[in-house]
């Protein structure tokens, strides 16, 4: 198991070299020139030359595609991402400043439709074809249907109709006040997870429906044990497995939801940031961004596969 793990964080490497290395090719064949739009002009507009230049210079734009990229190489393996071109500040503060409130309002997601989720699976599945399997299979038919962005617009727009509420303009951290902090995100944390929760609910539903139907649970049942017993301690540990599969890539793609609901609702998170960070072509911010998200995706395919191994002793890795 240690040499497992020690193997894949030395194949990190490599797909993070990867990774950095096409965002860097992407972001310098996309049309449009950074310090045109700083200068604010385009393409088609007469522009002073020595002033383009200079903005180049300042921006490292003007050295060739390998120096830029060994640049940007060895400043990843210093940390230093170099300074973004909307804020002006260097980038590595920015992450650190917007970093925890996505992570935040992620553990907060996840929580909620962990919670939801595997609940209603169970639930679904003890109780095939009742009233209970065809609520829980409405439930999951929402929220595969509901786009995040259109959803955090109807939470906006009832909260607002209703009660009066807008999103608040500065978000209070977990450290400084966690009930403020909570009451502030369930709604965003909601909208983000309700998709996973409906995924997570599914999966867990099918998953349980195919264990109960193994030999070990009828013995357990033979032997005389509780169904609750039998579901809970024989039946949904096994069927966990295929539940977190699909939880951990949900949960890469709740990056993806996070970018808009952070948007929708003004949290001032990494996500919200890297749309801003498109809107005015800030290069370092972005290419550091990806680099993050690579980062993390690995660290989670890692943790899911020594999950398994703990969930399932069967599971070995050579």
């Given at each position: 198991m240690v040499t497992y793990i020690l193997r894949r964080i030395l194949?990190?490497?490599?797909?993070?070299?990867?990774?950095?290395?096409?965002?860097?090719?992407?972001?310098?064949?996309?049309p449009g020139d950074a310090a045109l739009y700083?200068?604010?002009?385009?393409?088609?507009?007469?522009?002073?030359?020595?002033?383009?230049?200079?903005?180049?210079?300042?921006?490292?734009?003007?050295?060739?595609?390998?120096?830029?990229?060994?640049?940007?190489?060895w400043g990843v393996v210093r940390l230093d991402f170099g300074t973004s071109y909307w804020t002006k500040q260097p980038v590595i503060e920015e992450l650190a400043q917007r970093y925890p409130m996505t992570a935040n309002l992620a553990v907060l997601s996840l929580l909620l439709s962990t919670v939801i989720a595997v609940p209603i699976g169970?639930?679904?599945?003890?109780?095939?074809?009742?009233?209970?399997?065809?609520?829980?299979?409405?439930?999951?038919?929402t929220g595969l249907s509901l786009p995040n962005f259109w959803l955090a617009i109807l939470i906006i727009l009832g909260?607002?109709?209703?009660?009066?509420?807008?999103?608040?303009?500065?978000?209070?951290?977990?450290?400084?006040?966690p009930w403020l902090?909570?009451?502030?995100?369930?709604?965003?944390?909601?909208?983000?997870?309700?998709?996973?929760?409906?995924?997570?609910?599914?999966?867990?539903?099918?998953?349980?429906?195919?264990?109960?139907?193994?030999?070990y649970v009828r013995t357990a049942r033979a032997k005389g044990l509780h169904e609750r017993a039998v579901v809970l301690k024989h039946a949904l540990r096994n069927a966990l497995l295929p539940v977190?599969?699909?939880?951990?890539?949900?949960?890469?793609?709740?990056?993806?939801?996070?970018?808009?609901?952070?948007?929708?609702?003004?949290?001032?998170?990494?996500?919200?940031?890297?749309v801003d960070a498109i809107i005015h072509r800030d290069y370092p911010s972005i290419q550091a961004l990806v680099f993050v998200f690579s980062v993390f995706v690995v660290v989670v395919n890692l943790l899911v596969d020594i999950i398994y191994a703990l969930l399932d002793p069967r599971i070995r890795y050579a």
């Open positions: 194949l990190m490497v490599p797909t993070l070299l990867g990774a950095v290395t096409l965002i860097f090719l992407v972001m310098r064949l996309l700083i200068l604010g002009s385009d393409e088609a507009s007469q522009l002073n030359k020595e002033a383009l230049a200079q903005v180049r210079q300042e921006l490292g734009l003007d050295h060739s595609l390998p120096v830029q990229y060994v640049q940007w190489l169970v639930l679904s599945a003890v109780k095939q074809d009742t009233f209970a399997d065809y609520a829980a299979r409405i439930f999951v038919i909260l607002v109709h209703y009660f009066r509420w807008l999103p608040p303009l500065d978000y209070a951290p977990f450290w400084v006040d902090n909570v009451k502030q995100l369930v709604f965003p944390a909601a909208a983000t997870g309700y998709r996973l929760s409906a995924i997570s609910a599914r999966m867990t539903r099918s998953s349980v429906l195919e264990v109960l139907r193994d030999d977190i599969t699909i939880t951990s890539v949900e949960l890469l793609i709740l990056f993806g939801g996070l970018v808009v609901v952070e948007t929708v609702f003004t949290i001032p998170g990494i996500g919200r940031f890297l």
